[in-house]
C-alpha cells in the first residue's frame, strides 16, 4: 500500500532520524522466477429479461496475456509472496474485463495497478527502487536500503568529535 504524505525526493537526506518508510531497492532485471498462469477463461454473468440470470465463460484478450507477461517479469515480483500473486492474477481478470468493454471496472483496474507498482509514478510512492546490476549496492538481488546518506567532505562526525574530546579530558 502506498505511504501518505508527500512523495519523497532524491537527494541528500537531511534529517537526524532515519526514515520509517525508508526506499527498497531491487536489481533492475526482469523477474523469470516462479509465477502462477493465468485461468484460460473468466465467467462472465448478466441478467436477460426473459431468462433470467445468465453466466457464460469467456476466454481472456490476447491483450490482457501480453499485459500479465509484463507485470509478472516486472523486477519487483521477486518481493512478492503467494498473496501478492493472487492479487495479481485477480486484477488480470479485472484488466479482461476492461480490455473486453466493460469500462465501469476501469478506475478499480486503474487502483490496482496502483497497488502493484506498475508504473515509475506508484513504485515511487511504494518507495522502490530499481538499481543498475553493475551498481556496488546491487550484488544481492534485494536489498534493503538502510544506508545513511554520505556526509559532506567539509562536516566532521559527532562520534569522531566526542573521541576526540573525551581522548583530550584529564
Known sequence: MAVTGRKPKDGPKRNRVAAVHD???VVDQPYDGPRPTLPEARRVEWT?????RQSDMQP???????WWDRVASMPHCVLWSDADWQYAVTTALVADAVFAGDVRLAGELR?????????LDARRDLRIRYVPLEDESAEGEVTESTSKASAPQNVT???????????DAP
Open 111 to 119: 487502483q490496482r495497478e496502483r497497488v502493484l507498482g506498475t508504473t
Open 48 to 52: 436477460d429479461r426473459e431468462l433470467g
Open 157 to 167: 562526525r559527532l562520534s569522531e568529535r566526542r573521541a576526540r574530546l573525551t581522548a
Open 60 to 66: 481472456l484478450q490476447s491483450i490482457t496475456r501480453q
Open 23 to 25: 526506499w527498497t531497492t
